[in-house]
């Protein structure tokens, strides 16, 4: 593991600006457990003050220092992506692995449901949760509602690249091996799918925090955990850009940007290697 | 890549006489090799290792190899497909139609062009790579074959139909969709495209080996007629000795990425002097004949790792010493054979 | 007569192709019926060319694909009904694959020899690792390899003939009494196919397997089988003795089969 770090560290410039703005987001992520102030606590400093040596993202109009507060909410924002993608990872490739090699009624069970949850439209869904459940709306709470609604997608891929390797011969080798069903998906497929569940990963938490930035903004919810959307909410409150306060705005907004970019770049240049195609020829089994 | 045509003196002993019948096609010590980087990790596999050869007019010129024999990747350079990771390291291509440039691959794309369809055609394993599934196979031909022919579509039309009578296809089939054709009337198909212009080359890579066995010797002799009505020389590359053996004039034999063997085919057969080919031919079992067949024992060589001298010494009975030392020159050791061996030429090193 | 080894009886497969509205029915294998016996080991071939019904009855015997019609009994368990794990197993037990493309056959992102550990362990005598791998080593040994040779190896780093052997061994690490093998060497290099083809010769002789040999190719199936039957469109149209069949074929399509198999000696009808 630490040997295919140092080698995509070494050869590979996406990889390289990757883990460096992710890295950076994650910094900021870890700065906040050392916060002077309580995220949650308004006016414990000047209001309004423009970026400077004493607050270096400025104040907000609530009397909140940006840093700490960008701190505080991109890694609320970032457990949530991480929690939503997780969960729906799971879901995704069991269910993808499952229907694509067992076919049959298990398969038309379970696409039924699949196809199902990539019809629902989503936004108004959530917005519909919120108002039904408004103050015990927790992120958590909100995490496992959109991966319950983020897998489905995935795992019709999923499905379609088990189904091609279940006709593989080496499949029927595993099983004439006495290999059980399990051990099949887990050893022999999984090493197949892994490219797909890293690139969606990224692509899934890209979803799902843009999604909750924009339910955030909207106030849909729990507003007062600090998130990258919340603070645009407060932002937008106060009408912090007409006032002139554009660093309310621009470092959750530039923070959150980098997040995206530093994650996309990571999905990238982790799939090229992490590809069976790839790794053969690595192996020295490409050209033949 | 381009540049002036490097015309190496050639380092084997080529007989000139034989070769003297103005050849369409002369490959003179082509190198091509793989060449990969990947996170550090850099490779280069020899896959074609010096091959010198000629096609001579009205000819159809067999190559036969096994799995790392480097044929496939002869046939690529030799057609101009030289993509990365595969590089020309040296040697070339010389067509007769083509003056003045050391290969396709090195030639302007206009001048690839320009001979394309009208002077070199292919007729490739898979003939979905050559039709479109998603047009009639009308279209196709007008794509490749129109501007060549030229005339007014009644006439290109009423061409096309006499030319498809040769491999007696119906022009029905030009109002089909190739997935409404079988195996072997797609490949004949892709046959009539590949002749209607009355190309002077055609290279011919494994086209009947999906074919069943009765469509492939039909689709045999169709190649035959054709050849023999336009006068056409044809590359035919086949892993099977015996579309050799029913097909082609002359035939070549690879192993390792070199030549080993070239002689015409019935001499190939009654008389071969390579070991490898010995064996090839030896192990071939035949219906009616209950003798006990045996195979080559060992694996085809690591082409990225190949071994010293001859790449054939380690699985060779007649191995000496010299063999693993010496690469054995292609000498010609009997009219029109020539063969690279240390032990059917002793004393042809130099 | 003994309960045969495996009986076919009266066995059809009908697949239905196409969406809603144009449902195409392809009888893939029509009502075909042969035994093998279970006291003498043979080699049973079956010739066709694509679209023949070959390759779907190699999978109905190896219980891949159930039989629409008819009953495939082995050993006393019905194959086309085969339910339950314990069922699965006791039936893999005595009847394993080999399957055409060698470099398809093993993971190709796995080391080869987890493949014989597994089979030595799941259905062999193997106890433990090292047992298990003195039984790989062993198979190895009768295919004319050895466990150093295989150890810890990719399928990339052997080639076809290395890798179809390893595939054998595999297979007789249970201990089968059946070797369904599906066009084992039209992968394979000409010169190391008779190699292949040999062994199971020897299989049968040296340890009593019977092998369902199925194939395009007429000149290997002459020079390893004991009976043949030749396939067209899921008919049988010739079946019996392998020498006799091949060496004098009677129907129609088997004669023009024979016809068009091209040996180095067959006459240069289109040379010019």
Redesign the interface.
């Known amino acids: 593991m630490l040997a295919i770090l140092r080698d995509l560290l070494k050869y590979n410039l996406e990889f390289r600006i990757g883990i460096i703005l992710v890295g950076i987001v994650v910094g900021l992520a870890i700065l906040s457990g050392f916060s002077p102030y309580p995220p949650g606590d308004v006016y414990v400093v000047p209001p309004d003050v423009p970026p400077s040596s004493a607050y270096w993202f400025g104040t907000t109009s609530r009397g909140q220092d940006v840093f700490w507060q960008v701190c505080v909410a991109i890694r609320n924002t970032l457990l949530f992506g991480i929690t939503v993608a997780a969960i729906s990872r799971v879901l995704s490739l069991v269910i993808g692995l499952l229907s694509g090699y067992k076919g049959g009624w298990i398969d038309r069970a379970l696409m039924g449901v699949n196809d199902t949850f990539i019809v629902i439209p989503l936004f108004p869904i959530l917005v519909l949760f919120y108002f039904v459940m408004r103050d015990s709306m927790t992120w958590l709470m909100l995490a496992m509602i959109m991966a319950t609604l983020g897998w489905a997608y995935d795992a019709r891929l999923i499905r379609a690249v088990a189904m091609s390797l279940k006709t593989r011969e080496f499949s029927q080798t595993a099983v004439f091996s006495g290999m059980t069903t399990r051990e099949i998906l887990t050893r022999e497929h999984l090493p197949y799918v892994m490219p797909i569940v890293f690139s969606t990963t990224m692509n899934n938490m890209n979803w799902s925090i843009g999604l909750e930035v924009t339910l955030s903004v909207l106030g849909f919810t729990d507003i007062n955990t600090p998130t990258i959307g919340g603070m645009i909410y407060w932002a937008n409150q106060h009408t912090a850009i007409v006032a002139g306060v554009w660093w309310w705005i621009a470092f959750p907004i530039a923070v959150v940007i980098m997040a995206f970019v530093g994650l996309f770049l990571l999905a990238v240049s982790m799939n090229e290697y992490i590809d069976p195609r790839s790794r053969l020829s690595r192996m020295g089994g490409g050209a033949r | 890549m381009s540049g002036p045509v490097a015309l190496h003196t050639p380092t084997t002993p080529v007989a000139g006489a034989a070769l003297a019948s103005d050849p369409v096609l002369r490959v003179n010590d082509i190198q091509a090799h793989?060449r990969?980087q990947?996170?550090?990790?850099s490779?280069e596999?020899r896959?074609v290792d010096g091959v010198t050869f000629d096609v001579r007019r009205n000819e159809i010129y067999g190559l036969a190899g096994?799995?790392?024999s480097g044929k496939t990747t002869l046939i690529k350079t030799i057609a101009g497909a030289i993509k990365p990771?595969l590089q020309v390291v040296g040697g070339s291509v010389q067509f007769s139609f083509m003056p003045g440039y050391p290969g396709l691959h090195a030639a302007p794309a206009a001048e690839v062009e320009r001979v394309r369809w009208r002077h070199l055609s292919y007729v490739m394993q898979g003939s979905m790579n050559v039709l479109n599934p998603m047009r009639r196979v009308i279209s196709t031909f007008q794509d490749f074959a129109w501007r060549h022919l030229g005339g007014s579509r009644k006439q290109f039309e009423e061409r096309v139909v006499a030319h498809l009578a040769r491999v007696r296809l119906d022009p029905a089939v030009l109002r089909a969709y190739p997935h409404e054709l079988s195996?072997g009337m797609r490949q004949r198909v892709t046959i009539a495209l590949a002749t209607i212009c009355k190309p002077d080359f055609i290279i011919a890579d494994e086209p009947t080996t999906a074919l069943?066995?009765?469509v492939?010797?039909d689709v045999?002799?169709m190649i035959?007629s054709i050849q023999?009505e336009m006068g056409s020389s044809v590359l035919f590359v086949t892993?099977?000795?015996?579309?050799h053996?029913?097909?082609t004039?002359r035939l070549g034999i690879m192993y390792g990425g070199r030549l080993v063997e070239e002689a015409p085919?019935?001499e190939i057969?009654s008389r071969p002097l390579h070991p490898?080919t010995v064996?090839?031919?030896g192990?071939?079992?035949?219906?009616?004949d209950?003798t006990?067949?045996?195979?080559?024992e060992g694996?085809?060589p690591n082409l990225?790792d190949p071994p010293t001298g001859c790449r054939f010494h380690p699985r060779c009975p007649l191995a000496m010493e010299v063999c693993a030392r010496q690469v054995p020159p292609m000498v010609e050791s009997l009219p029109g054979h020539r063969v690279a061996c240390h032990a059917v030429n002793p004393g042809a090193a130099a | 007569m003994s309960e045969p080894l495996l009986r076919l009886d009266h066995v059809s497969k009908t697949f239905a192709r196409g969406g809603f509205f144009s449902r195409r029915r392809i009888e893939a294998v029509k009502d075909l019926s042969f035994t093998i016996a279970a006291d003498k080991a043979e080699i049973f071939t079956i010739i066709g060319e694509s679209g023949s019904g070959k390759s779907t009855t190699a999978r109905m015997i190896l219980g891949i694909e159930r039989p629409t019609g008819g009953s495939l009994q082995f050993d006393g368990l019905d194959v086309g009904a085969l339910n339950g794990h314990a069922d699965r197993m006791r039936f893999m037990h005595a009847v394993q694959p080999i399957f055409q493309n060698p470099f398809e056959a093993f993971n190709p992102l796995k080391q080869l020899d987890r493949y014989l550990f597994l089979t030595a362990r799941r259905f062999g005598a193997a106890r433990d690792q090292a047992e298990a791998e003195r039984l790989a080593d062993e198979a190895l040994r009768k295919v004319g390899l050895s466990l150093a040779e295989a150890k810890g190896r990719f399928p990339h780093e052997l080639s076809g003939g290395q890798l179809q052997r390893v595939a054998i061994a595999r297979a007789l690490l249970s201990n089968p009494k059946l070797i369904v093998a599906d066009e084992p060497v039209s992968m394979v290099d000409a010169s190391l196919r008779m190699a292949i083809v040999n062994l199971f010769k020897a299989l049968r002789d040296e340890l009593g397997i019977s092998i369902i040999y199925i194939t395009h190719d007429l000149a290997t199936a002459y020079s390893i089988s004991d009976r043949i039957i030749i396939m067209q469109k899921g008919e049988v149209v010739e079946a019996g003795d392998a020498r006799a069949v091949l060496a004098a074929p009677q129907h129609p399509y088997s004669r023009q089969l024979r016809e068009a198999v091209l040996t180095p000696d067959s006459p240069r009808a289109l040379a010019s």
């Open positions: 793989f990969t990947h996170f550090g990790v490779r596999v896959a096994e799995s790392s990771p195996g069943d066995v009765i492939q010797k045999l002799g035959r023999q892993h099977d000795m015996g579309v053996a029913h097909l004039d085919t019935p057969f490898y064996y090839l031919i192990s071939l079992p035949r219906i009616g209950d006990p067949r045996k195979s080559l694996s085809p990225a």
